[in-house]
C-alpha cells in the first residue's frame, strides 16, 4: 500500500485562508476561526517535522527514495551512520 504525501504547508495556508475570509464575513472572531488556527498551527508544525527529515536523510549522505529499499536497510543506513 502506498500511502498519499500529504502537502501540510499548503493545507495550513488554506485553513489559515478560511479563517481569515470567516471572520471578514462575521465581523468578529468566533470559535471555528479559532479551532482552525490551532489545525492550521498543527499542519504547519508537521511541515516542517517533513522538511527537518528530509534534510536529516541528505545530511546521512545522499539517501535516496531508490536506494532505501526497506524500512531494514534504512535502520541499517542509520545504524551505520552512529558507527553501531
Partial sequence: ???ERIDHAAAARQRIEWANKQ???EGEFDFSVRDNAILAQAEATLALVEQTRI????ALGGVSATSIGSAQSMADLVN???GW
Avoid at 534534510?55 to 541528505?58: E, K, S, V
Fill in 23 to 25: 471572520q471578514e464575513a
Fill in 80 to 82: 551505520e551512520g552512529m
Fill in 1 to 3: 500500500m502506498t500511502a
Fill in 55 to 58: 534534510a536529516n536523510l541528505i
